[in-house]
């Protein structure tokens, strides 16, 4: 991304949001080597809190790439709000209606012409007790079929300290420590030119939600749970053997 290219509404968007992250994260971020610099490419991010985008978007930007998220559409009808959304080429999903498809376009259009698009594969903030990533849905392998782009996964941990999904309590306090950890592009390949059945998109997603579980559990120095009940060697193996996210913190 060549930051001159910024329209007014991007430079807004970046000066609302960044000085408020900077004052209140103390950031560990790694992997922007596995980022591209240029072209399309699908960031799938583990969706811990309701303020993780906020981080998410000052973490790809810092990486020099301008994030478009897939979100909620109730979110684009707040005024002026919303508004800002749209100009700054955030993609809007209509959940449950026939105008679903409409955002996977858009998203397809978008990495087609070398966006770098933002997907929360769970489609909301975890259930999970403990924060732990949830079986994802098949988005992110609809749109990896689709273009056959990349997808990064990006780890999060720390969001939930400024809000806390399961308490909805608010934290505003200065250097709260955030991670956010990208890792090698997830092994897709044996899907190539598949057809989109539901069980190849249900084994896509699920090794895309592994490698993030997995990560996961690295930034916290824990043992992940097991998920759903999917055999999972494999992701286990391909994320040794890739390795996990590289770099110093920020």
């Known amino acids: 991304m060549a930051r001159r290219r910024l329209g007014f509404w991007q430079r807004f968007a970046v000066c609302l949001v960044k000085p408020p992250m900077i004052a209140l994260t103390r950031r560990d971020w790694r992997g922007w080597e596995h980022i591209p610099a240029e072209g399309g490419v699908i960031l799938a991010v583990n969706h811990v809190s309701h303020a993780d985008p906020f981080t998410t978007a000052h973490y790809v930007y810092d990486s020099g790439r301008w994030p478009q998220f897939l979100g909620k559409e109730s979110v684009f009808r707040i005024p002026l709000a919303g508004r800002i959304l749209h100009w700054c080429k955030q993609i809007p999903v209509h959940r449950g209606t026939a105008d679903a498809v409409k955002a996977l376009d858009a998203a397809v259009d978008a990495v087609r012409q070398g966006a770098c698009v933002v997907i929360y594969p769970e489609g909301t903030t975890t259930k999970e007790p403990e924060?732990?990533?949830?079986?994802?849905?098949?988005?992110?392998?609809?749109?990896?079929?689709?273009?056959?782009?990349?997808?990064?996964?990006?780890?999060?941990?720390?969001?939930?300290?400024?809000?806390?999904?399961?308490?909805?309590?608010?934290?505003?306090?200065?250097?709260?420590?955030?991670?956010?950890?990208?890792?090698?592009?997830?092994?897709?390949?044996?899907?190539?030119?598949?057809?989109p059945t539901g069980a190849v998109l249900n084994e896509m997603t699920d090794a895309v939600m592994l490698r993030l579980r997995d990560m996961l559990a690295e930034i916290r120095g824990e043992t992940p749970p097991p998920l759903w009940g999917v055999r999972d060697d494999s992701a286990r193996n391909d994320a040794a053997g890739n390795g996990q996210a590289k770099g110093g913190a920020r």
């Open 131 to 195: 924060l732990w990533p949830m079986r994802g849905k098949t988005g992110v392998a609809r749109l990896a079929l689709a273009t056959g782009a990349p997808v990064i996964p990006v780890a999060t941990w720390g969001p939930e300290k400024i809000f806390d999904p399961r308490t909805k309590k608010v934290r505003l306090l200065p250097k709260i420590p955030v991670s956010l950890w990208a890792g090698p592009p997830v092994d897709l390949s044996k899907w190539a030119g598949a057809e």
